[in-house]
């Protein structure tokens, strides 16, 4: 990740800056938004660094990157439901009012991509299991050709005992995304996928930012 050049900090009494909002539940959608924008940054250098030490087991880095992928479509859909119910919230306007004109417009920009895109995170979501369930294993299989090959490994280790290394899994968690994707070859469907993911990275990313510098920010410096 990035290293800042220069930053800031405040601090503030969680429970009072986020002071539980029961009929409306403001602050319990903006706390929720705040976890998943860091499981998300969390995920995306997962897929973006060059490599993280033993994550490199199997696969040089494959296998890892296509974990936090789908972790990250997990992630994503969760933002998409927490900007949908935001949208309805009836204290919205307390976080919205402050807004500049840029912010307003990647707030709506970004609740139109989660309301057009939540029902598609949530199919390809549902797809992998969470992490990789019992239909994502059956269409994964069903997909495999014959010159598709997989390898195993079996390690002594000097000092560590023994264990095995199964690199083939890479292979068929990979297929797992594709079941609902449009596109005439395996390529095009994760070309579909990927494109979709990366805008909703940044909907996601900046519209958290909004919400943290107009309205968690200042409450922190209290």
Not at 140 to 158: C, D, F
Request: proline share 2%.
């Amino acid at each position: 990740m990035w290293e800042a050049r220069s930053s800031q900090m405040r601090f503030g009494q969680l429970a009072s800056v986020l002071r539980p909002c029961p009929k409306s539940q403001l602050h319990e959608h903006i706390a929720r938004l705040c976890v998943l924008y860091e499981d998300l940054r969390v995920e995306m250098a997962g897929i973006t660094q060059e490599e993280i030490g033993p994550l490199e087991a199997i696969s040089e880095d494959k296998y890892r990157r296509n974990y936090f992928l789908r972790r990250s479509v997990a992630t994503l859909r969760e933002f998409a439901e927490t900007y949908r119910l935001l949208s309805k919230c009836s204290d919205l306007q307390l976080l919205t009012k402050s807004f500049n004109q840029v912010a307003a417009r990647r707030w709506e920009r970004a609740l139109s991509f989660f309301l057009k895109h939540e029902s598609f995170f949530k199919l390809v979501r549902n797809d992998i299991g969470g992490h990789f369930g019992l239909n994502a294993a059956v269409y994964s299989l069903s997909t495999l050709g014959p010159t598709i090959t997989g390898k195993i490994e079996y390690a002594r280790y000097r000092d560590k005992g023994q264990g095995v290394k199964l690199h083939f899994a890479s292979e068929i968690a990979a297929r797992a995304h594709l079941k609902h994707l449009k596109g005439t070859t395996e390529e095009r469907k994760l070309s579909y996928l990927l494109r979709r993911i990366v805008v909703g990275y940044r909907h996601a990313i900046w519209t958290a930012d909004v919400v943290v510098f107009y309205y968690l920010w200042p409450r922190f410096g209290k």
